[in-house]
């Protein structure tokens, strides 16, 4: 491996394990530890056996996304082990007796590879592995419960009772794919904030940066744990953060204008992010994994029809934070845990 093949790969933003590493990495995997017994271990172990078998050149794509402000803002990494993959929860949580924890440890893994992964009291009880998985009730909601809906263009942002959502939430995501829906029909979007900026005038990146705007609570705060709905935040920018690099926050639950001449500019936004030339869309395959900067742009989920079986769609996701220092305060008993 040389210098010259390593930014190759990095122009990618599909990296493609060989059959002989994805064999590899199961083997290394197959007694992984349950994480429902400990997850810090089998969180470890996920990390050491993805070290001891990816190639320098995929470590280097990772890392690269999780460090590098100029990198693109999401990366799929393609042909990982999914072991022996049981029945889809339907109910979204996992079976805790199983054999294998190879899904798992993958996705712990490739989260530590990019920072922490951390669980939050309000969003899957504190969980470090999610169940995305569709969920009867919840077809026509705003949240990675629904099918029926197009889920818009977002970050995923943790309730906090200071009423700003978007600080102590994860800065990554990682999605892993064990099965998508029957007709293959959901495809995950991802549009970029410089690109989303290229489309918008000089003056109307200025309005973006002014704190005139409020975000609606998560939805999984505002159905189960709210009396009273949605929460809206204190005002805030959708834009912030240098112009070069610039971080954007949209609320997925919705976002409201303080000013009435903004809603228009809303409307444009979430246009613009629609725009076949300026989102990158994936129809997540079993064995993929798409990671995603969740500061850099704004992620979506096309509507698809659900199955509600053990065969329905399913994606574990793990929420990953690189600082902790930062968000000490919400610290509950561990250093994984925050409310
Ligand atoms: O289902 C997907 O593809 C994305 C769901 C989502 O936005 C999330 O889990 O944060
Ligand atoms: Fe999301």
Known sequence: MNLHTIKEELSNDIVTLTDITKRKLEGELKSAVSPYKDAEMNMLQGTKA??????????????????????????????????????????????????????????????????????????????????????????????????????????????????????????????????????????????????????????????????????????????????????????QSILSGDMKFPEIALGANGVKAEREEDQALINKLYSICNQPSVYRGVKLKSGQALLVNNRKGVHARTQFEPSCDENDRWLLRANIRQNLWSIRHKMEDSFRRYC
């Open 50 to 235: 993805l070290y001891n078998c990816l190639p320098l050149d995929i470590i280097s794509s990772i890392k690269r996304f999780s460090n590098d402000p100029s990198a693109p803002g999401y990366l799929v990494l393609d042909n990982l082990p999914i072991g022996a993959a049981p029945a889809t929860p339907i109910n979204g949580s996992a079976e805790k007796n199983r054999q294998d924890h190879v899904l798992e440890s993958i996705v712990l893994g490739l989260g530590s590879m990019l920072g922490q992964p951390i669980g939050y009291k309000w969003e899957k009880d504190n969980q470090l592995v999610h169940h995305v998985v569709p969920q009867p009730g919840g077809e026509y909601t705003q949240s990675n419960q629904g099918s029926k809906v197009f889920l818009n263009f977002h970050n995923d942002m943790v309730y906090a009772d200071e009423l700003v959502y978007n600080q102590f939430n994860p800065d990554f995501l990682v999605l892993f794919c064990i099965r998508p829906d029957a007709r293959h029909q959901a495809e995950t979007r991802y549009a970029n904030a410089k690109e989303i900026l290229k489309h918008l005038s000089e003056e109307e990146v200025k309005r973006l940066y002014e704190p005139k705007f409020r975000m609606a609570s998560p939805s999984n705060y505002s159905r189960f744990l709210s009396e009273k709905g949605i929460k809206w935040s204190i005002s």
